[in-house]
């Protein structure tokens, strides 16, 4: 995960991190010469758009505080990149890796099978508002939300509305980051937080926020059930997570 703030962003002062893996994963075994030739180029084009976000280059909309939703859109309509906006910054992720599909596969199964009431289902690529903050947005790997959330015609849900929201971590990841992205879900009042960590073969879950941050923490291991609060049922088995190599 790239994180860069307005000033990074201006002066160039952030490295372009996942250029070169993004443009590898995005090229496959050719089936044609032609095909191969032509996804290469495309890989290539969006890795130097990557670079030249992070390198202070970019030719889009200058980053300033109330218009980093906007920002954070064209970039990713550039470059492929997922991108966040938490406490004023632009967060890039490259796509994600297969294991860390392959845990939020294994977990929206078992979201989807018996742990949620009538009424809320599980989303992907659904991102949460700061109501408070004009820029500020997450986009959770999982969130759980009412079913009406298929009928709003809003990109962000209200973090009020959401059950439970899922973040998997990237192999990159820094702890800092990651306290960081807990913090604002705390302060948006996400009532459930489970953080799953291919890395280390753990998940916590963080319940209970109350004045910017989450009152109870539960950690554990791969191997370990997690026990989900009201209004959700039941516990999330993990000893099938994938582990990153």
Known sequence: MVTVTVRDVEAGQEAAQYGGSRAE????????????????????ER???AMSVSSGTWN?????????????????????LRVQVLGGKLVMSPTPRGKHAGVVRRLRRQLEGASLPDGLDVYEVSSIGLPADPDDYV??????LPEEWEEDENWLADPEDAALAVEVISPSEKSRDIRDKADWYAVARVPVLLVIDPRKATRTLHTRPDDGAYQDVLPGKFGE?????????????????????
């Open 60 to 80: 889009g909309p200058r980053p300033r505080p109330g218009n980093l939703r906007e920002v954070a859109e064209k970039i990713e309509e550039a470059t492929g």
């Open 25 to 44: 994963r995005d090229v496959g075994p050719p089936t044609e010469p032609a095909r191969a030739a032509e996804d290469a180029g495309e890989a290539e």
């Open 225 to 245: 059930p997690v026990p989900l609060p009201e209004p959700l049922h039941g516990d999330v088995a993990t000893g099938d997570f994938p582990v990153y190599g």
């Open 139 to 144: 986009t959770p790997d999982l969130v759980v």
């Open 47 to 49: 890795r130097q758009r």
